[in-house]
């Protein structure tokens, strides 16, 4: 039971990393097209459907790195300071994320100035600093 945990808890969480991943990678493709005002209004729907289906992807690898972990953590691992501190950087990883989104990214209306689009990538570059920490802490700081 406890490898099908740690293996179900690693791929929801390579599986949440690859769906930012993914995402990058649309939206840099769309940016030419939603900072040009003759593609904008079509292009932004797409962009808001691939959205859609994105986060119920994240939202269910998250829960599912969640779950897996807090079992593995009641089960197997202990609640140690190494255990408690991953969780938080869970929690502090969807809050900065959330945070941005609604601050940055929501108020977007397209097409938008590159200038403005850009707000995108420092999404990114939070999401990915932060998976970059909780993968650190979780192979060195044990």
């Not at 690693?10 to 991943?21: H, N, P």
């Not at 691939?50 to 269910?60: A, N, P, Q, S, T």
């Not at 938080?88 to 941005?100: E, P, S």
Request: aromatic share 20%; charged share 15%; proline share 4%.
């Amino acid at each position: 039971m406890y490898s099908l945990l740690v293996f179900l808890h690693v791929s929801c969480f390579a599986l949440w990393m690859g769906a930012v991943a993914a995402s990058m990678l649309v939206i840099r493709t769309l940016e030419p097209r939603l900072t040009n005002p003759d593609r904008a209004i079509q292009d932004s729907e797409l962009l808001n459907t691939y959205i859609r289906y994105e986060v119920k992807l994240v939202d269910v690898a998250f829960f599912g790195v969640l779950l897996t972990g807090v079992t593995l953590a009641h089960f197997y691992v202990g609640w140690t300071i190494w255990t408690a501190v991953k969780l938080a950087l869970y929690f502090v990883q969807f809050g900065a994320t959330m945070f941005y989104i609604a601050t940055r990214i929501k108020p977007l209306l397209y097409p938008c100035s590159p200038s403005d689009y850009k707000r995108w990538y420092g999404l990114f570059a939070t999401s990915f600093s932060l998976f970059f920490v909780v993968l650190l802490w979780t192979y060195f700081g044990r």
